[in-house]
């Protein structure tokens, strides 16, 4: 009988490319295996040895013009971040970095973001993809003591470039290539060496980094050698054919970003840990991207977040209209409310999420959930926050505390994984694969021919989803009961087997439940070590579990005759009532510690610190009218039609 099964599920998985393969065999599991186990897990809390000085970082931050792009005419804030050693967060202390744990990294980045998105990138990258971490991990020795400390120090900015106009989300498929050929001296002597031909574009820093960490697929059409395939190479700014003439402009927002061209000439010692590493390139790129997904993408989106909430939880009690302030509006509340909604998760998840990554876990999946999940929520609440600052979020200038965070939000949303296909492709119909207690060593059985692991594997996955499909009849409710269901309903949607890949809709839907789970649980675990609010734990739990019953309900209904049996879990989608809406703005604004925690790691400065100082006048004073006009005023610029002398005649 398993002689059968084995061919039949043979024949149903799809082909696996190289690149798949290696994504799938990256990183580590945790939360989002137990919960495909139908379990809640934890992390334990950290306690965390913070390292960089907060008031040097305070200095720069302060210094810093916030009406001022940043590039291309403001870059030497660049070299003095750099020079501050605020790109060596992922070096070693050995050579001259200050290695930070994940949750110091995030709160910094966090804060950096606070005071604008530019600068948030700009030390983003460095501490993320640029070649800092990949030359720790995989560097010759010659390459680290070479490297490291010029990174650390600042005399080296990076960048990373993988992506060109032809390898986009396919981020290997068409890359550039580089040919090994053999050049002779003078005397007839040979040396091999990798010519490229670099095409790369909407490359961070590009413009201004000096070493470039480069990404291409290295061809030896005369087998000079055993290794061919994706191959990563660092390169310096003085390279002989390298061109960095041109660069983008990413909606304005004010970091440098641009391309990397030319046919270039290296040897092997350029590649990133010498000749062995040849063809490894995308299996290394899969075990760093971690840190840009689970880390620095959630942290910009903390940062906004965090602002908007603040700024609007400010500006409401100050503007009115129709004779009262806009926090005494329904429709407002609502918006408001949403807006602290997804906050909360944000904050909650990477707060969790920040703890497994400093307990040694490499999560895959859950990265993808925290980039795709804390990206977009990050643009609901933008969205919110900008119907209710009204024409004073849409004119630029002073007061508009979100046109930086609004204009940057499709930045997140499509870098590192764009989010379409993170949440169609990569959360559930490849992360099925890692997160499943068993298929993938099936998957794994299969590909090897291995007819013992395959029938081991089998029976494991037979007996858990029989075991997890009856307790779903025997309601717990609350989340266990959720997570419950979502692990059955996993079983029969994983039938589907390689279709899933087709069906991007069926797996996005299970991707957001999936994601929704991981997000509920940090929020538990949020509540838990800080205990903010009880009402507002359950607010947002309840919130999240409604969404993903609304989605559960879905899925079953577009399953085939399987949704027969799923029926009993097209359970009920509990209200939340127009009362409940109105009791939670109330314990908003009446739980000091909600906003206190909303506030936490938001670099105070310009508008925002105009709306702490008016919270402490008395209304009736000169200075709180004067602060009010300050606040709701809109910037105005001398319109060049207008002659004053004409007029004044
Ligand atoms: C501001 C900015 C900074 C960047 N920085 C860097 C950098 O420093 N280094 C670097 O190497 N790259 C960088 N990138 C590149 C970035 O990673 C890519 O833009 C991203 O991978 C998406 O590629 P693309 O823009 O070509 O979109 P495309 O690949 O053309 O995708 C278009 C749309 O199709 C969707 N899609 C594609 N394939 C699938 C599929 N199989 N299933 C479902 N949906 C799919 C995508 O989700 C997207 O919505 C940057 C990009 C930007 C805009």
Sequence with gaps: MYKQLF????SKIPKISKTELIALQSGTTFIDRSILKGEIAYPEKQNINYKFSETKLNLLLDKFNINNKIYPNNKTIIQEFANNKLFSFLIDEKYGGIKLSVNELSDILTKI???DPALGVIVMVPNSLGPGELITLYGTNAQKDYYLPKLSNGEMIPCFGLTGPNNGSDATGNIDKGVVFKEY????????????????RYITLAPVANLMGIAFELEDPNNFLDNSGVTLALVERKHPGLIQNTYHNPLNAGFPNGTIKGTIVIDFDDIIGGKENIGNGWKMLMECLSAGRAISLPATANASSKVASYGIYNYIQVRDQFKMPLSNMEAIQEKFNNMIYNTWVIQSSINMTNDILDSAHSPSVISAIMKQQCTERARIVLNEGMDIHGGAGICVGYNNFLEKYY???????????SNTLTRSLIIFAQGLNKSHPYIYDILDSILTNNHDKFKTNFQNIFKMSTKLYFKTFFSKNGLEQQVLDYATLTNFVALKAGALKREQMLSGAMADIFGNLYLAISVKYYHKHYNVSDKLTNYVISRLMNENQQKINHVIDNLGYEKYMLMHMKRNVKPIYFEDERSIFSEIVSNPKIIASIKDNIYVKGIIKDFEEIQNLDESSVQYQHLKSKIINVDETKNPEYNDELWLK
Excluded: A, Y
Aim: charged letters at 25%.
């Design 407 to 417: 204009k940057s939000v499709p930045i997140g949303i499509s870098v590192e994984g």
């Design 113 to 115: 973001t606070t005071v």
């Design 7 to 10: 061919s039949i599920i043979k």
């Design 185 to 200: 001296d003078s005397m007839g002597n040979s040396k091999l060496k990798i010519k490229i031909n670099l095409n790369k």
